[in-house]
């Protein structure tokens, strides 16, 4: 642990970002942003403690939580020497709870009764996380103005554009503050204000400071509403109330950690279930109804996104099941009804991510619902076709209420997807949002090994498999909960037509390798990358060439000793700090060991899974999002990748697929 780390408190959506000390900064140009944010709005941007004026010594930094949603403490004093040891310590404690920080200090006498002078500064610049991301993309805000109003208890800050957008951040204080006094310096902090407290413990004695910092975004209930269940509760007791209910959801059965024999793997499907139970949000689904859905990570994708929350629930399915019927009905809400080109949309697509902040609800980013993905959608008949199969009249139940919303999706893959008129299920490159549309997708991710980047439209390998996977499974809800025999026929000699293309042109005959791509001329882009993984999972090709495929990625050029690359070594286009381009994601891999367990390659799944597992034990047993590609044999211990999300919703499912993927299952 250094004094650099943040530490995370996230629930139900909010989380916080602090410093060791408990601080929040605002320091602006880190990757981690500070701060507390909920809906995509940072809400506190300082929240600063001060002893006399000055910063106080950290005697213990705030630990880690040993789950996401537990809180921080931290051991303060003011500046001493061994000569004039410091007066007083303090013990702060944190947690964050239905979009509130909470804080308790304890101020102890350590001999005497000398008075302390306790500040915190704080402020809420009510950044954008879009902007956060992009520091050097400026957005206009016309008619938009913050403020602050004091108040007896603390103080109020505002942020208005025009006449319908209002997020605020009410700050309150227990006892209240003696002073309040503006503290801006410049214009990024002109609506910071400074509360001071005169603290005077008796000898040896005690005093309490509590604290609250409400996030009220846009269209949240009025104040006082947010963490309303919660007032009162200082950050322990809340602690012992949010463990209980983690605890329940990670020891519910079936459990995975039961499954196994292998205490690591136990260990990290504990961690797993911990984070996602930290990491669901609440959406709203078809009939308004909240559901909690998971969330795609911490900091920046803490929302529902298409490809990552199905995902996340495939994996988590054979467990915890209810992910997925929150998913699949929060996705059905979501789907696209008409075209709209600045958003990607189309009638019958999946949603790829929802947005809530500021520049999504102005149109200033393409965000708020953003359709830019090619592989949302079949995944999305894939998860509700595996729900039925494992769910069994529960699963029939919901595969004939989402009749509609399948048929609609179907339809997309043919008259919008590509299908009907290239084959292959296709995206242009979008230039206001995602350069490549597929689970790599930042820009250059879909190459040649040489680096060439595709021309047209873009046909990615692990798209067709997931498009024939999702038609042989919606085949069967036709014939088994539509009853409609003849669109099952259709599906499935649609599908019978796609494996036979696929086939014939995602092979490289010389390197016994599918492409990773083709583009619209034809070309296939030769790049050797993991996505030929997936297409073991969703069955696409046949059991010579997937043993060949699955044997090959564990190769030592494309397995690390950790797991997989993106990308094998030795390309041109390989980097191993590339985000798509050579790094491992524990998500590709999970995939990756489904598939090997498809096609019995068994000893090949159970290596790949040591490998992540001993990834995770250097990560206290939680997943990261993704991790450089460096090779284990060179490096005792797996080399971060510089902007991880961690916890993130599909890494932290990954060991329950490993838990299925051992068993035999896909």
């Known amino acids: 642990m250094t004094a650099t780390e943040h530490r995370l408190l996230v629930h139900n959506g909010t989380f916080a970002m602090l410093a060791p000390s408990g601080d929040i900064t605002g320091t602006p140009g880190t990757t981690t942003p500070d701060g507390l944010f909920s809906r995509d709005t940072r809400h506190l941007s300082r929240w600063q403690l001060t002893l006399d004026g000055r910063a106080p010594t950290i005697l213990v930094a705030a630990p880690e939580p040993d789950q996401s949603c537990e809180p921080a403490a931290a051991v303060l004093t003011p500046r001493g020497s061994r000569e004039e040891p410091p007066a007083c310590t303090l013990f702060r404690e944190q947690a964050v709870v239905d979009g509130v920080l909470t804080e308790r200090i304890r101020v102890v006498s350590n001999q005497g009764a000398a008075p302390i002078r306790l500040s915190l500064t704080v402020d809420a610049d009510f950044a954008d996380q879009m902007e956060l991301r992009s520091p050097h993309h400026a957005y206009p805000r016309p008619d938009a103005a913050r403020s602050a109003v004091t108040r007896a208890d603390g103080v109020e800050f505002h942020y208005r554009r025009g006449p319908g957008w209002h997020a605020r951040t009410v700050v309150t204080a227990d006892p209240a503050p003696a002073e309040t006094v503006a503290a801006g310096t410049a214009e990024g902090d002109a609506t910071a204000h400074r509360l001071s407290w005169l603290l005077e413990p008796s ?56 499954r196994t024999a292998r205490p690591e793997l136990a260990r990290a499907c504990e961690q797993g279930l911990a984070d996602l139970a930290g990491l669901c949000v609440t959406v709203p689904g078809p009939d308004g109804a909240p559901l909690r859905v998971p969330g795609a990570g911490v900091p920046w994708f803490l929302t529902l996104f298409g490809r990552d929350s199905l995902l996340t629930s495939f994996f988590a399915l054979p467990y915890r099941p209810e992910l997925a019927e929150a998913t699949l009905l929060a996705l059905a809400a979501t789907q696209a009804e008409t075209a709209d080109p600045e958003r990607v949309a189309e009638p019958g697509k999946i949603v790829h991510e929802v947005r809530n902040g500021e520049l999504a609800a102005f149109g200033q980013v393409p965000y708020g619902r953003y359709y830019g993905s090619v592989d949302s959608t079949p995944l999305f008949l894939v998860l509700l076709g595996a729900y039925a199969e494992q769910q069994g009249a529960a699963g029939m139940e919901l595969a004939r209420r989402l009749e509609p919303q399948a048929r609609a999706a179907v339809r997309w893959m043919f008259a919008h997807g590509g299908l009907d008129d290239l084959g292959y299920l296709a995206y242009r490159p979008d230039e206001g949002g995602l350069a490549n549309q597929n689970w790599k997708d930042s820009p250059g991710a ?21 498009a024939y996977d999702a038609l042989c499974r919606t085949a069967e809800l036709a014939r088994t909960a539509w009853g409609d025999p003849g669109y099952a026929g259709g599906l499935e000699r649609a599908a019978a037509g796609l494996r036979e293309r696929f086939g014939a042109d995602f092979w490289l005959p010389d390197r016994g390798f599918p492409p990773l791509a083709l583009d619209e001329t034809g070309r296939r882009m030769d790049a050797l990358a993991s996505d030929a993984g997936h297409l073991l999972w969703s069955g696409i090709l046949g059991q010579r060439r997937g043993e060949t495929v699955g044997r090959r990625l564990l190769e030592p050029d494309f397995f690390s000793g950790w797991g997989v690359r993106t990308l094998a070594a030795g390309q041109r286009a390989y980097h191993p700090l590339s985000y798509h381009r050579g790094s491992v994601w524990p998500q590709d891999n999970a995939l990756i060991a489904l598939g090997l367990a498809r096609y019995s390659l068994r000893a090949e799944a159970a290596r790949l899974t040591e490998g992540l597992l001993a990834a995770a034990a250097h990560h206290g047993y939680r997943l990261p999002e993704v991790l450089a590609g460096y090779s284990r044999a060179e490096h005792p211990a797996p080399v971060p990748y510089p902007h991880a999300c961690s916890p993130q919703a599909w890494a932290a499912a990954t060991p329950l697929a490993l838990v299925t993927a051992l068993e035999g299952g896909r």
Do not use: N, W
């Open 203 to 258: 000898p040896h004695g005690t005093v309490e400071l509590r604290l609250r910092a409400a996030a009220l975004p846009h269209g949240a209930p009025e104040t006082g509403q947010a963490g309303a269940a919660y007032d009162g509760r200082d950050p322990a007791a809340i602690r012992s109330e949010l463990a209980a209910a983690r605890e329940k959801f990670v020891a519910a059965e079936p459990c995975p950690s039961r």
């Open 446 to 466: 879909i190459c040649a090994a040489d680096g060439t980047l595709p021309t047209g439209a873009v046909m990615v390998a692990e798209a067709q498999g997931y």
